[in-house]
Structure formats: C-alpha cells, structure tokens
C-alpha cells in the first residue's frame, strides 16, 4: 500500500522553443470590427455619426437606381446620382449632380455642381460649376459661374451682386472716385 513505486503516467512533452524574427516590425492588433463592411452599401459598418469632416460635398447621397418625383429640402450636401423630379431646396449647403444623374427640377442652393444632366432653373448663392461632361437647360442665377470647355449650357446668366455686397461690404472692382490733390 505504501510502496515506492510510482505509477506509470506519460509526461508531457516540452514546448518547442519560439523562433522570433527581431527584424520584422510588430504587426498590429486590429479591432474587431476592422475591415467589416455593410454588404447593402458597402462602407464601413462602424462610422462616427454626423459631418464626419467630408469636404467632397457627398453629406447625403442618392445612389443611381433611386428615382425622386416630389420636393427635396434638407440641411446638409447633396450628391444626387439618380433621377429627380421636382423642386430641390438646400439653402446653405452645395448640391452635386453625379454623372449619371438626370435632374428635372428648381434648385435652389449656396452652390451647385453639375456633372451629369438638369433641366431646370438654377440659383445659387455662391457660385454654379458646369463640368466638361455637364448639362443644364435652364436660367442660372449666382454671384460666381464657371462653365468648363466642352460642357452643354441653354438659357440666361444673371450674376447676382447682392450676395457679393453682403459678405464683403466692399466691391474689390467698384470705382472709387479719385480725388484730385492740387499743390
């Protein structure tokens, strides 16, 4: 019963010795959810809420296959891809109107690109972007334009200089009287 003799159990084997390489750089742990995306849209499934500092003018989209008949008003950038018909109001914000996108509407916005198609009257407050591949059929009212070569455009210009005296108070090209020094 007490006997000396052990009983017989395997042991078990030692752990073979870690070869580390000191030469590579550490390779960093990621979070859990890195490199997950939403598989409806595409982009990440974790993403801070609001402006997230964005300055391509895409705050909210319309994707290509969506088609809007009604009003639009809103308080953030607009990249419209689809089709919309209407009237589409962004006081402050800037409107962009994808390359495949094919508006029928009234805007009215602080400042518009167009890449794709608009029929319509545009007013802005800042300024109106026409791009090579762009078209507008429709009067345009803004403070500043710029119509690239190439680009499709049909209807009257008004420069607004309203918009101008309000921000700056001063006209950098208004005359100002000379007066005459006399000796």
Known sequence: MWSNKKPETPQAAEPEPRKFNFNEPPKPATAAWEGTTNMATGTDAIRPLGNTGDRTGTGARLGSSLHVKGEISGNEDLLIDGTVEGLITL?????????????????????????????????????????????????????????????????????????????????????????????
């Open 91 to 183: 006081d402050e914000r800037k409107l962009t109107v994808g390359a495949s996108a094919k508006v029928t509407a009234d805007i009215i916005a602080r400042e518009v690109v167009v890449y794709g198609t608009v029929k319509g009257n545009l007013r802005a407050k800042d300024r109106i972007e026409i791009k090579k591949d762009g078209s507008v059929n429709g009067d345009l009212t803004t403070a500043r334009i710029m119509i690239e070569d190439g680009a499709y455009f049909k209807g009257s210009v008004e420069i607004d200089r309203t918009s101008d005296k309000e921000s700056s108070g001063v006209n950098a090209f208004a005359r100002t009287p000379a007066t005459a020094k006399t000796i």
